[in-house]
């Protein structure tokens, strides 16, 4: 039959047969706050503020700009001003933790973020209602259709532990319950293994006090351990609404998290990093009380002399040897989730060495890419991972059950948490250069 094309040159686009894994999102933490909406918005407020129902379901927030209009930021500050009666002040009070977050976190290099928020912010939320309804998509729950979700913190967790009181100092914190919340958060971090828990301990606690804290939480050689970060002390910002408060650092953490992954790579450690947004720390630590915090899976906040505020500390809280370093877990999820996310097009397709082999191929391509990257340890590829996808570990008893087996290895980086440095001082030496 012959062609119905006119005369000329045409172009015909075939598939070359070559899969690419590409990099999964590392930098997209989720923040979970008391909200309340505001009768000062004013008419022209661009965007809209969201109502009652949207604030309950998570909501991608793109600037700082955006979150004040969307979640009254500007309304609950002059209501704030207004308010006298001391229910009312503690009720508003408790919807800045959550603003003072977000805009941490964009103050420190971040880009995108998920809000989740509880819209009663006079009443205590139960680790029921921080778990949240999966139907409904409210706390937690709301997050497990998020894949891009790489970071979980609850900047007013203290605060959802008690009620607003009508006594003019806020209701203190209830460490017990605190640490119940803490556990729903992990418990969630765990059970998606692509996300970690950035917590903060209670406020105005001592380093002794932290320490002991610390032993309060997972075993540190269980599984959630090693998908916690526990960061100290609370830092004084300017407030949102020009008026200095002391808050939970988790917001500014997930800034310098972001802006790590940005700058070098998920593999970094995110210390040694100056922490923007910040006036002064709650409590300035010795060295002393810094190894003893350390020991326990405590990232620190320290001030050095000509370098400002910086956070001093990259571990989870984990004590095993694979996963007590914060960038060799985030690393992992990372290598994982963006090899699990790009191999989709392998299912249902013909299990056989064909398959095998182009699966090998695709994977020993990313990881080769992140070992260039400096991701990875080795002098060449084959030192830094390796990929076994063939007969020898795809049976026929495996085939026959639908199954396709790929072993994956790598050897991360881990931080020069320590640097030693040995001075020799050689007698007899002469002080005069020649």
Same mark, same amino acid.
């Given at each position: 039959?012959?062609?119905?094309?006119?005369?000329?040159?045409?172009?015909?686009?075939?598939?070359?047969?070559?899969?690419?894994?590409?990099?999964?999102?590392?930098?997209?933490?989720?923040?979970?706050?008391?909200?309340?909406?505001?009768?000062?918005?004013?008419?022209?407020?661009?965007?809209?503020?969201?109502?009652?129902?949207?604030?309950?379901?998570?909501?991608?927030?793109?600037?700082?700009?955006?979150?004040?209009?969307?979640?009254?930021?500007?309304?609950?500050?002059?209501?704030?001003?207004?308010?006298?009666?001391?229910?009312?002040?503690?009720?508003?009070?408790?919807?800045?933790?959550?603003?003072?977050?977000?805009?941490?976190?964009?103050?420190?290099?971040?880009?995108?973020?998920? #809000?989740? =928020?509880?819209?009663?912010?006079?009443?205590? *939320?139960? @680790?029921? &209602?921080?778990?949240?309804?999966?139907? /409904? $998509? !409210?706390?937690?729950?709301?997050?497990?259709?998020?894949?891009?979700?790489?970071?979980?913190?609850?900047?007013?967790?203290?605060?959802?532990?008690?009620?607003?009181?009508?006594?003019?100092?806020?209701?203190?914190?209830?460490?017990?319950?605190?640490?119940?919340?803490?556990?729903?958060?992990?418990?969630?971090?765990?059970?998606?293994?692509?996300?970690?828990?950035?917590?903060?301990?209670?406020?105005?606690?001592?380093?002794?006090?932290?320490?002991?804290?610390?032993?309060?939480?997972?075993?540190?050689?269980?599984?959630?351990?090693?998908?916690?970060?526990?960061?100290?002390?609370?830092?004084? #910002?300017? =407030?949102?609404?020009?008026?200095?408060?002391? *808050?939970? @650092?988790? &917001?500014?953490?997930?800034?310098?998290? /972001? $802006? !790590?992954?940005?700058?070098?790579?998920?593999?970094?450690?995110?210390?040694?990093?100056?922490?923007?947004?910040?006036?002064?720390?709650?409590?300035?630590?010795?060295?002393?009380?810094?190894?003893?915090?350390?020991?326990?899976?405590?990232?620190?906040?320290?001030?050095?002399?000509?370098?400002?505020?910086?956070?001093?500390?990259?571990?989870?809280?984990?004590?095993?040897?694979?996963?007590?370093?914060?960038?060799?877990?985030?690393?992992?999820?990372?290598?994982?989730?963006?090899?699990?996310?790009?191999?989709?097009?392998?299912?249902?397709?013909?299990?056989?060495?064909?398959?095998?082999?182009?699966?090998?191929?695709?994977?020993?391509?990313?990881?080769?890419?992140?070992?260039?990257?400096?991701?990875?340890?080795?002098?060449?590829?084959?030192?830094?991972?390796?990929?076994?996808?063939?007969?020898?570990?795809?049976?026929?008893?495996?085939?026959?059950?639908?199954?396709?087996?790929?072993?994956?290895?790598?050897?991360?980086?881990?931080?020069?948490?320590?640097?030693?440095?040995?001075?020799?001082?050689?007698?007899?030496?002469?002080?005069?250069?020649?």
């Amino acid at each position: 039959m012959s062609s119905q094309n006119p005369p000329g040159v045409f172009v015909k686009e075939l598939p070359d047969g070559v899969r690419t894994i590409n990099g999964a999102s590392t930098s997209v933490p989720a923040f979970l706050g008391y909200t309340q909406a505001s009768a000062n918005d004013g008419p022209d407020v661009t965007p809209k503020p969201f109502t009652e129902a949207e604030r309950a379901v998570p909501q991608k927030i793109g600037s700082w700009r955006e979150f004040a209009a969307r979640y009254s930021t500007a309304g609950i500050a002059k209501d704030l001003a207004d308010a006298t009666d001391p229910a009312t002040v503690h009720t508003l009070q408790r919807c800045l933790p959550l603003a003072e977050a977000v805009n941490g976190f964009f103050a420190n290099g971040g880009s995108t973020c998920y #809000v989740v =928020g509880f819209t009663s912010p006079q009443d205590a *939320v139960s @680790p029921e &209602g921080l778990k949240g309804n999966t139907e /409904a $998509r !409210t706390g937690l729950a709301g997050l497990e259709t998020l894949p891009e979700v790489t970071m979980v913190a609850v900047p007013s967790l203290w605060d959802m532990t008690a009620d607003v009181s009508s006594e003019k100092e806020v209701p203190a914190p209830d460490h017990a319950s605190g640490v119940s919340r803490m556990a729903e958060v992990v418990k969630h971090c765990t059970e998606r293994r692509n996300r970690l828990a950035i917590l903060d301990p209670p406020p105005g606690q001592t380093p002794a006090q932290v320490a002991t804290f610390a032993d309060t939480l997972a075993s540190p050689d269980s599984d959630d351990a090693a998908f916690t970060t526990l960061y100290y002390p609370w830092i004084t #910002v300017p =407030g949102v609404d020009a008026v200095e408060r002391t *808050v939970p @650092p988790c &917001g500014h953490l997930a800034g310098v998290w /972001a $802006r !790590t992954d940005a700058e070098r790579g998920v593999f970094k450690a995110p210390a040694n990093q100056n922490l923007r947004g910040a006036l002064k720390i709650e409590t300035l630590l010795t060295d002393d009380q810094h190894g003893e915090l350390n020991a326990k899976g405590v990232n620190c906040l320290r001030v050095f002399p000509d370098r400002g505020l910086l956070v001093w500390g990259a571990r989870t809280r984990s004590t095993t040897r694979d996963w007590r370093y914060l960038n060799v877990r985030r690393l992992v999820s990372y290598l994982s989730d963006s090899i699990r996310q790009s191999s989709t097009w392998a299912v249902f397709e013909p299990n056989d060495e064909r398959l095998w082999a182009t699966l090998r191929h695709s994977v020993a391509s990313f990881l080769t890419d992140q070992w260039r990257q400096g991701a990875l340890v080795g002098r060449t590829p084959d030192e830094a991972f390796y990929v076994i996808c063939d007969a020898t570990n795809n049976t026929p008893e495996s085939v026959a059950d639908g199954k396709v087996i790929c072993d994956i290895g790598v050897a991360p980086v881990r931080p020069a948490e320590f640097v030693h440095f040995t001075i020799t001082q050689l007698a007899g030496q002469s002080d005069k250069i020649t």
